[in-house]
């Protein structure tokens, strides 16, 4: 009788974050839902461990007579990531940063992003740059969303952000990635995790960006504006973990003509 399978084809791989090691490597918004319920439901079959806050946007205790997501999804059991969406400075960013710490006793952990205009919600990235120097000055850890500019990512990682986290596509496009290229010069150049944020539509687009060799996936309209968001979000968790396994697996060179499957060499006629 042969022996059971090995269970544990893949070793202990974290995602580690500032010194904190994640199973997940799928973060996910907790914005763009029916009601917070549909939240709750989405972000359990998402198996996501990290989940991404807009402070200026929903309640944690801003508004006490008001549903808080907090009790919807407690701080014990999920790291908040507060974020600076609607941001179009480095003053306003930064003041952002600061209530969040306030309102999350101390929490220090955030992801900056600065927008450049309303259209295209794109990264402006001067006021980036700024708002990230003052903020780890003032003792936070920056996951910062950035454009695809490899010099910029390098920048932004030398400033001393924890993550950095290039668009592959506009915020909520669902385009997927649109640079591959870019993105893989990013990844081959990183001391810190690298996290493709915005553009990502569909399973396949997650499982792309992780088999590029990202080490994780932030998004929420994907999730959020899907048919079925909870159905989705249980998709989105297979396809990061797919595309995890098959980058440590190490695909197949590429070539130009057929090699077949069962080898002719050696056949019996």
Known sequence: MSSAPNQTLIPDDPLLIAGTAYTSRLLVGTGKYRDLDETKRAIEASGAEIITVAIRRTNIGQNPDEPNLLDVLPPDRYTYLPNTAGCYSAKDAVRTCQLARELLDGHDLVKLEVLGDEKTLYPHITETLKAAEQLVKDGFRIMVYTNDD????????????????????PIGSGLGIQNRYNVLEIVANASVPILVDAGVGTASDAAIAMEM????????TAIAAAQNPVLMASAMKKGI?????????????????????????GTFF
């Open 150 to 169: 490899p010099i910029m990512a390098r920048e932004l990682e030398q400033i001393g952000c924890v993550a950095v986290m290039p668009l592959a596509g």
């Open 213 to 220: 060799g990202c080490d994780g996936v932030l998004m929420n």
């Open 241 to 265: 973990e797919a595309g995890r396994e098959a980058f440590l697996a190490g695909r197949m060179p590429r070539k130009r003509y057929a090699s077949a499957s069962s080898p002719i060499d």
